[in-house]
């Protein structure tokens, strides 16, 4: 269970105005990406999972406080709660509430594990639809038919940040690394308005990668389709208890 959560979570990843650019400038820094913003926010997702050898479904109700937090309680069928879990600045801590037992997780040994600089600033961009790495003067900018091509590179990966020439929001991350081949493909849909702010209501997320073991080829794809979406104005609460009759893995 807690292999399939932790996948969901890294990979588990917008418009807003159609404000048209009568001019096309070169200089990434000079685009005015339209990121949402907000304090807290609160996702009731429906999420699918499959691999190449198997597949599942769930339903994660999911709370952000943003640059700061990330609660999560997922249920898959039958209504009954299998893990919860909180995200922190360094961390990820998740208790299988099936088998009583809870894991900790570092980013940086999940970084090694997954061949990507995975942080918390990547789920929860991933989830919000955000741009994921910030954009710098020396990235380099195309424009193609309806959007804008933002190409940097960030270590080892070659990042390409597709954006809506009209709307000025993300619509699509590709990235790959050089070393080992690795990508993750990310695809926003079905804009819509959240208090007069854009946010993508679901995402297609595709990740291939090499096996260690064997050397094979694998991939995993998730789907999140957000039922729900409020911004809150007031705090919410990110408690996280661990029963003490739990083992940690």
Not at 221 to 228: A, E, M, P, Q, S
Request: one cysteine or more.
């Amino acid at each position: 269970m807690n292999k399939s959560v932790i996948c969901m979570l890294l990979i588990i990843g917008l418009s807003s105005c159609n404000k048209k650019f009568s001019f096309f400038n070169s200089d990434p820094s000079k685009l005015k990406i339209k990121n949402l913003d907000f304090e807290y926010l609160t996702l009731r997702t429906k999420i699918k999972y499959k691999d190449d050898n198997k597949s599942q479904k769930a339903t994660a109700h999911i709370r952000i406080k943003k640059d700061s937090l990330i609660w999560f309680s997922i249920t898959p069928g039958l209504g009954i709660e299998a893990a919860r879990g909180l995200i922190s600045k360094d961390s990820i801590i998740i208790l299988d509430k099936i088998h009583k037992t809870y894991s900790i997780l570092k980013f940086k040994d999940l970084s090694k594990q997954f061949h990507f600089d995975l942080d918390f600033n990547l789920i929860e961009s991933v989830l919000v639809g955000n741009m994921i790495w910030p954009v710098e003067s020396s990235d380099k900018v195309i424009r193609e038919p309806g959007l804008y091509n933002i190409t940097k590179k960030n270590g080892d990966l070659t990042i390409s940040h597709l954006i809506g020439n009209n709307t000025m929001k993300l619509e699509k991350i590709y990235a790959i690394s050089d070393t080992t081949q690795n990508s993750l493909d990310i695809n926003y849909q079905d804009f819509n308005l959240i208090d007069n702010k854009a946010f993508p209501n679901s995402a297609n997320i595709y990740i291939k990668y090499v096996a260690k073991k064997d050397g094979s080829e694998k991939f995993s794809n998730i789907t999140l389709d957000h039922g729900k979406v409020e911004i809150d104005k007031k705090k919410l609460r990110f408690s996280l208890n661990i029963p003490s009759k739990y083992e940690r893995k």
